[in-house]
Nanobody
Framework: QVQLVESGGGSVQAGGSLKLSCVVS????????MGWFRQAPGKEREGVAF???????SGVDSVKGRFTISKDNAKNTLYLQMNSLKPEDTAMYYC???????????????????????WGQGTQVTVSS
């Protein structure tokens, strides 16, 4: 049984930093695409940043230069380092995994919510002005 468990959310002031973690258990294959999504109240869930099993990364324009996605294979952990946080970054953040690697990028990839079948429970990030 595959499980994804996020942690690291919290409340910070604008300009601050947070590092989210997502521990993956029960997934034994070498090919995958993983991503961080977020959902603010009243808004649709949106993809933020993605990484494939080869380590290729991408992110949406609104977080480029501020957020960095990474992974530690030895720890089976996905990270999202978030710097220069803005109030508009406030949302529930989710990590997600799909078992095929191709098109794991934004823009133009297969990185919509519906493309991912494995999800964590979410961790709240709140940024105050």
């Amino acid at each position: 049984q595959v499980q994804l468990v996020e942690s690291g959310g919290g409340s910070v002031q604008a300009g601050g930093s947070l590092k989210l973690s997502c521990v993956v258990s029960g997934y034994t294959y070498n090919s995958y695409c993983m991503g961080w999504f977020r959902q603010a109240p009243g808004k649709e869930r949106e993809g933020v940043a993605f990484i494939d099993s080869d380590g290729s990364t991408s992110g949406v324009d609104s977080v480029k230069g501020r957020f960095t996605i990474s992974k530690d294979n030895a720890k089976n952990t996905l990270y999202l380092q978030m710097n220069s946080l803005k109030p508009e970054d406030t949302a529930m953040y989710y990590c997600a995994l799909r078992t095929w690697k191709r098109y794991c990028s934004v823009p133009g990839g297969r990185t919509e919510s519906a493309d991912f079948v494995l999800w964590g429970q979410g961790t709240q990030v709140t940024v105050s002005s």
